[in-house]
């Protein structure tokens, strides 16, 4: 069969052919290989003497990139105020970072009992995650001492189930640092995971390093104002003090002193006053005895003009000692330590009313009066009369200082501890020195004969009395304000 | 895409389906104007697109199946031209470290041109290891098959797990390698 074994050699033919063609291709193939290793190798080494040039660029391109970011957290750990600012801050930028991770913080001195914080980042604040502290020691032990270092959990935490009930991943990335010497901050960042760049990962380190140095930085000067603070207040706690001592000091012995005149005065003025009565007696005989020898006396003006002036003349006298003696009065008053007038609860209200009637005509004239009392004020220990006397002096005191028309405001109220009570003029006020020299006795700024300059010297003895303390505030041409304050009568020294 | 890539997919399908396999599917393309791939070229990346799609079509599995397959055999190809960087690697986890860190860079600065995906990597522990690929090819199932030809390479079994995948819709390809 001819045709059988021709196509048979045609096959043969054929698959020679291919076969051939094949290892052309082949042949082809591993020369065009050949030629594109030796077109690679140039190409290789052609851009490896640009390596260095090209890494050194990416080195810088990659320290600019991290100063940038750097000093963008720098800057704003400057500006932040308060750190837990800072803190909220830090967590959002982090979070931000790692494609907005959830985030967890506790805050704790012992790690059996930590309280732990959830970030808010829609409304930029930690809230509450559990209600009670919650034992986070076997967390804590993972971390190990490692601080200010961001770290791979790469155990579960399935130790604490109220944690991971919160965590939706598997391997958390944490941070821990002191944010005061004795407390621990642990940061969870809960991370699909962390397949960030070395740069990205760097930044996060040095992003964390510079957090804790800026809050440590921030907690010293928080420190150190408090304690200038501190320190300030009590530099004027003592300085008021000072103040103080030195005006009871002088008080006192002013107090002492007026001690002293008074009873030296007293005995003299008593003989003085009870004589010039027997003397007014005397003069009385006399006088009827020159009645009934009247005419056998030889006319004589001076007689008649003495008969006539001596009644007027020891009427003043009598009037002179009574003043004498009311001043001595006072400044025993004044003076006076252990007090014998007896305290009982009164209430300033009415005291206050009361004195306002009293001073009404005093008053009425050329002030008005605005009285502002809170409701229900509660009662002081306290003599009434003396109380009132404290308030007519300073209401009066208050009309004087008015020119022409003016308000008076009285005003009461009351704390826990104390009762308060003010009494404001809008008049001429006084100075510094006037200031100082308010509460001595015998300082007046009336004319000479209109005041005996004992009033408020007697008014700052009444409430010291009282356990009370008067201040006063006055400003050249505003006014003058004075406060006085009570302790509240308290039960058992009511009923004692 | 470099026509390295090409040149290893054609040998792929010679080598597990034949020449004619090759031509066929070079036949069937629009896009492919040859059936042979210059190494050193760069070519439209919807090329291997199509011929990926061909592929499926013909032999009747998936596009990921055949990436990964092709991507086992394309490993040894592209080591043999990775020789000299990296002398230094004894395992697949430093090498992936090095892939990333050098191997594609110097592709990279070879070929400015050239693209190449980036394999971010999170070591958790000694045998496991999160890799983050990212690239607007979204190859990741090539990626799978390059790492298996490498573990392969340094006598390693490794399972790989797509934990998510832009695939699927999730906003990262995330693969957890884990050696035995
Ligand atoms: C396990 C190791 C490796 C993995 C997982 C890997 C992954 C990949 C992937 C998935 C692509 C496709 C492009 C894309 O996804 O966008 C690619 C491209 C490429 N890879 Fe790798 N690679 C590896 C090792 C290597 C090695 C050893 C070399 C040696 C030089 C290399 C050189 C290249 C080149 C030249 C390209 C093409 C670039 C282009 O098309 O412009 N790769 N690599």
Redesign the pocket.
Same mark, same amino acid.
């Given at each position: 069969m001819p045709n059988e074994s021709d196509d048979r050699l045609e096959v043969e033919r054929l698959t020679k052919h291919i076969t051939l063609l094949e290892k052309a291709l082949r042949d082809e193939r591993a020369s065009k290989k050949i030629a594109e290793q030796k077109l690679d190798d140039i190409y290789q080494h052609r851009y490896d003497s640009y390596r260095e040039l090209v890494s050194a660029l990416e080195q810088a391109n990659h320290r600019q990139a991290q100063l940038q970011v750097l000093s963008n957290l720098a800057n704003y750990h400057v500006s932040y105020n308060s750190t837990a600012e800072m803190l909220t801050h830090f967590l959002q930028e982090i979070s931000l970072l790692l494609e907005d991770a959830s985030v967890i913080l506790f805050d704790f001195k012992t790690p059996e009992q930590a309280i732990s914080y959830k970030l808010d980042k829609e409304n930029n604040n930690l809230v509450k995650l559990l209600p009670k502290r919650t034992d986070i020691s076997s967390l804590y032990s993972l971390v190990g001492g490692n601080e200010s270092q961001w770290q791979r959990i790469t155990e579960k935490l399935t130790h604490n189930h109220e944690i991971s009930a919160f965590l939706e991943h598997d391997f958390q990335l944490v941070f821990t640092y002191h944010r005061l010497r004795n407390r621990v901050n642990l940061v969870i960042i809960d991370i699909p995971h962390y397949c960030y760049s070395k740069e990205l990962k760097q930044t996060l380190d040095t992003a964390g390093q510079q957090f804790v140095s800026a809050l440590q930085k921030r907690s010293t000067e928080e420190k150190l104002a408090n304690n200038y603070e501190k320190l300030q207040h009590t530099l004027k706690k003592l300085t008021s003090m000072q103040n103080q001592l030195v005006h009871s000091e002088k008080m006192a012995s002013i107090g002492q002193l007026a001690a002293g005149i008074a009873h030296e005065i007293n005995n003299p003025i008593g003989y003085v006053k009870s004589n010039l009565s027997v003397l007014n007696d005397y003069i009385l005989l006399f006088n009827q005895a020159i009645k009934e020898v009247g005419n056998h006396l030889p006319e004589n003006e001076e007689l008649t003009f003495a008969q006539q002036d001596i009644g007027p003349l020891i009427e003043s006298c009598i009037g002179g000692v009574d003043r004498v003696a009311e001043i001595v009065s006072s400044l025993n008053s004044f003076s006076r330590k252990e007090e014998s007038t007896e305290l009982q609860p009164v209430s300033i209200k009415d005291i206050i009313n009361d004195s306002i009637k009293i001073a009404w005509n005093n008053i009425k004239y050329n002030s008005e009066i605005d009285l502002k009392c809170t409701e229900d004020l509660p009662k002081i220990m306290g003599h009434k009369g003396e109380l009132q006397q404290v308030l007519i002096n300073l209401i009066v005191n208050a009309v004087h200082s008015l020119e022409e028309q003016g308000k008076i405001t009285i005003k009461a109220w009351a704390n826990k501890r104390r009762v308060y009570i003010s009494v404001s003029d809008n008049g001429c006020g006084m100075d510094e020195k006037t200031k100082n020299k308010l509460f001595e006795p015998f300082f007046t700024t009336k004319p000479e004969g209109q005041g005996t300059g004992l009033g408020l010297s007697v008014s700052y003895a009444i409430i010291e009395h009282h356990k009370g303390e008067i201040k006063v505030e006055s400003t050249q041409g505003e006014g003058t304000t004075f406060e006085l304050c009570f302790p509240i009568a308290n039960e058992s020294i009511a009923i004692a | 895409?470099?026509g *390295?890539?090409f040149c290893g997919y054609a040998e792929f399908i010679e080598q597990n389906h034949g020449l004619m396999t090759w031509l066929e599917i070079i036949d069937k393309s629009e896009l492919a104007t040859s059936s042979s791939f210059i190494a050193t070229e760069?070519y439209d990346d919807n090329i291997l697109v199509e011929l990926l799609t061909i592929t499926s079509d013909i032999l009747g599995v998936t596009v990921s199946e055949i990436l990964t397959s092709f991507g086992k055999i394309l490993?040894p190809k =592209?080591?043999e031209? *990775?020789k000299h960087h990296v002398d230094k690697c004894d395992n697949i986890f430093d090498f992936?470290d090095h892939?990333e860190n050098v191997?594609?860079i110097e592709?990279k600065k070879a070929d400015p041109l *050239?693209?190449?995906?980036s394999?971010i990597l999170d070591k958790i522990s000694n045998n496991k290891l999160l890799l983050k690929y990212t690239?607007h090819?979204q190859?990741c199932f =090539? *990626?799978e098959g =390059?790492?298996y030809g490498?573990a392969n390479h340094f006598n390693q079994q490794v399972t790989i797990e797509h934990i998510s995948c832009t695939h699927q819709g999730d906003k990262h390809c995330l693969m957890k390698v884990t050696t035995d």
């Open positions: - | 895409m470099k *390295a890539i760069l490993f =592209l080591m031209a *990775a992936l892939v191997i594609h592709v *050239a693209y190449t995906p394999l690239s090819r190859v =090539l *990626a =390059l790492i490498a």
